[in-house]
């Protein structure tokens, strides 16, 4: 019994490491990332962001067909063999999903690299994008096969190769664009673009090259002799990524209609082309990361959570698992209270920070209100997955793409910048609120309005307040602005967790509960917790 308890205490424990592991490299890739968007704005400018940002949208349907469901059904599906015990079925399903993808993400290659020049002057509209479209296809293979081996990775509970891979994906993406683009940006706008897009798939390969060395390297750590025999693994794949494909392929085609509704809408409100791809440049490429910025934390936990809820689902735990889901949802109301209090307090001082755009900061303090809504359909929609509801997430996703393109027809062209604020919040709103309550009713977990609510919101209004007194008391003059942003974000944070203390909204038992675990994991290889699932 006590060695029984012992492996389901090494699961646990190596779910939190990877957790952290994955969550601490996408802080730092994010931060990175962040910086470098930043310097990549003051170089390319507002309208070369707008170019670079309609390419994006274009790579995010090629990624999309090329990759999507794969690392969700890896993560599942090895998750549901390892804890079998048969390291051998892992692996088929593994290579199976590996040549689906390479099938997959080299059709879509060839296409975008042959329609480049249609793509770029008719749907896009712009042909400064034909080139960088050319380019793009390249890496979509290295990137669909990345894909499955991130999700074995994660169902093993090895995520430092996932977290690793990450890092050196976007150091080798930097240093490459950061090093050319200097050089070719003088030359015109496309060309900048196409030394950004040749980046991205140079990353791309590094970080493919590096998974692929720890699956060459994880092998021998496998039983030896061992034979897979789990039957129907194309079948199993497909009733996975079928589901999650069609969402993503359907809202990734509408997001792109989107995309190019609010171009045509911007051109028609503001009547001059390059004040139109500027403004787009600024609330695509400026705007919404600056708010999706806090997110990143969450969406690495999302993914190592999906398997760990399919566990816990199939082995029909159902007390342990309402118990956890409720917690993650109080954790996930609680961290997005907390960037609400960022935003709303210094919403001016970090758009003049980043991007020395006063106009940045005012959209930011307007949507910042989001925040908790964007936080909750992350994780909710990640736990569905974990349970299989991928239908209800498709429906909902549909459904939000359509409203979202109403609202784009009839108001950005009418509205301008206007539009699109209220459009942002029509779609959080809906997709947030429509996910938790499915995950209400599936997980039957009840709303804790007092405890995920009410209280943090009490919390973060006295802090920010009180920091706002400070900050007119003290306006420390003489530091640079990045330095009194970093002590007035610092002390928001501190009396924000203080007032959740006083008000019992957090517990001494929640720190000991994360600490215990992480004191045990220390000593628990992640690589026995592997051997005894």
């Not at 106009?359 to 929609?381: D, I, Y």
């Not at 942003?485 to 909204?505: D, N, P, R, T």
């Amino acid at each position: 019994m006590k060695q029984g308890n012992g492996r389901l205490q090494g699961r646990e424990n190596s779910m939190v490491t990877g957790a952290l592991i994955l969550s601490a490299s996408a802080l730092f890739v994010r931060m990175i990332g962040f910086v470098f968007r930043i310097y990549l704005s003051n170089a390319m400018g507002a309208e070369g962001m707008g170019v670079h940002m309609l390419i994006m949208s274009m790579y995010n349907v090629c990624v999309t067909l090329a990759t999507s469901g794969m690392a969700t059904a890896m993560s599942r599906l090895a998750a549901e063999q390892l804890s079998l015990g048969s390291r051998a079925n892992a692996r088929r399903i593994l290579k199976r999903a590996c040549v689906l993808a390479l099938l997959i993400s080299c059709t879509v290659s060839v296409a975008v690299i042959a329609l480049a020049e249609p793509i770029g002057t008719v749907i896009l509209k712009d042909g400064r994008t034909v080139m960088a479209l050319r380019i793009l296809g390249l890496g979509l293979p290295f990137l669909s096969v990345s894909a499955c081996l991130r999700g074995y990775f994660v169902s093993s509970r090895k995520a430092g190769n996932p977290a690793a891979g990450q890092v050196i994906e976007q150091l080798v993406k930097m240093a490459f664009i950061m090093g050319l683009i200097g050089k070719y940006l003088p030359m015109g706008i496309e060309y900048g673009c196409v030394i950004v897009v040749l980046g991205m798939t140079i990353g791309e390969i590094a970080c493919f090259l590096f998974s692929f060395w720890g699956i060459l390297r994880e092998r021998k750590y496998g039983a030896r002799g061992e034979r897979a025999t789990v039957t129907g693994v194309n079948s199993m794949i497909l009733a996975i990524i079928v589901p999650l494909s069609v969402t993503a392929y359907v809202r990734s085609f509408l997001r792109l209609a989107e995309d190019v509704l609010i171009m045509s809408g911007f051109k028609a409100f503001y009547g001059q082309d390059g004040m139109a791809t500027g403004t787009y440049g600024m609330v695509k490429g400026m705007v919404m990361p600056l708010l999706t910025f806090p997110l990143m934390l969450l969406s690495s936990f999302v993914i190592t959570l999906t398997p760990e809820i399919s566990r816990m689902n199939a082995a029909g735990n159902t007390r342990r698992l309402e118990a956890t889901i409720s917690r993650i949802l109080e954790y996930t109301f609680i961290a997005g209270v907390l960037i609400v209090a960022v935003f709303m307090t210094f919403p001016y001082e970090i758009g003049t920070a980043v991007y020395k755009n006063a106009e940045v900061g005012e959209m930011l303090r307007r949507l910042s209100f989001l925040c908790p809504f964007m936080c909750v359909e992350m994780v909710a929609v990640g736990i569905l997955n974990g349970l299989g509801q991928q239908v209800s997430t498709m429906k909902y996703a549909i459904a939000d793409s359509l409203v979202r393109i109403a609202v784009i027809y009839f108001l950005i062209p009418q509205q301008g910048i206007t539009g699109f604020v209220v459009m942002v919040v029509i779609s959080n709103l809906l997709t947030s609120l429509l996910n938790f309550r499915r995950l209400m009713h599936i997980a039957s977990v009840r709303l804790r309005l007092r405890s995920w609510v009410l209280r943090p919101a009490l919390a973060a209004g006295a802090s920010s307040q009180i920091v706002k007194v400070f900050t007119n008391y003290f306006p420390m003059s003489d530091v640079p602005l990045w330095g009194r942003l970093a002590v007035g974000i610092g002390l928001v944070c501190a009396l924000y967790c203080v007032a959740l203390f006083a008000l019992g909204s957090f517990r001494l038992r929640d720190f000991q509960w994360i600490w215990s675990r992480l004191k045990t994991s220390s000593k628990t290889p992640v690589a026995t917790a592997d051997k005894s699932v």
